[in-house]
């Protein structure tokens, strides 16, 4: 079961990250720790990739924000997916 309360989003759901409102458009991908999903920022039309992850653990816990920690280092890299937010 995903963050919507269901095994598939549908593109009438919408999720907010921090301060942003994005409508999913559809899962592109589903893995041990989560799902990730094509994404749109209703307030700019940006298409993003929103993942969420399935914490069942502190140990997962610990992982997730040192993967938030690099992520936001990385952030701005020429080869590397931008990080916009976390939440």
Same mark, same amino acid.
């Given at each position: 079961?995903?963050?919507? $309360?269901? @095994?598939? %989003? ?7 990250? &921090? ?7 559809? +899962? ?5 720790? &989560?799902?990730?999903?094509? %994404?749109?920022?209703?307030? @700019?039309? @940006? ?6 992850? !399935?914490? +069942? ?6 992982? #997730?924000? !040192?993967?938030?920690?690099?992520? +936001?280092? #990385?952030? $701005?890299?020429? !080869? ?8």
């Amino acid at each position: 079961m995903d963050f919507f $309360g269901s @095994t598939n %989003a549908n593109s009438a759901s919408s999720v907010q990250v &921090g301060q942003h409102l994005y409508k999913i458009v559809k +899962q592109i991908s589903e893995g041990g720790f &989560g799902f990730v999903y094509e %994404a749109q920022q209703n307030s @700019t039309g @940006t298409k993003v990739a929103l993942k969420q992850l !399935n914490i +069942q653990s502190q140990e997962h816990l610990v992982m #997730l924000k !040192n993967e938030i920690k690099y992520w +936001q280092i #990385l952030s $701005g890299h020429a !080869n590397i997916c931008q990080m916009v937010g976390a939440s």
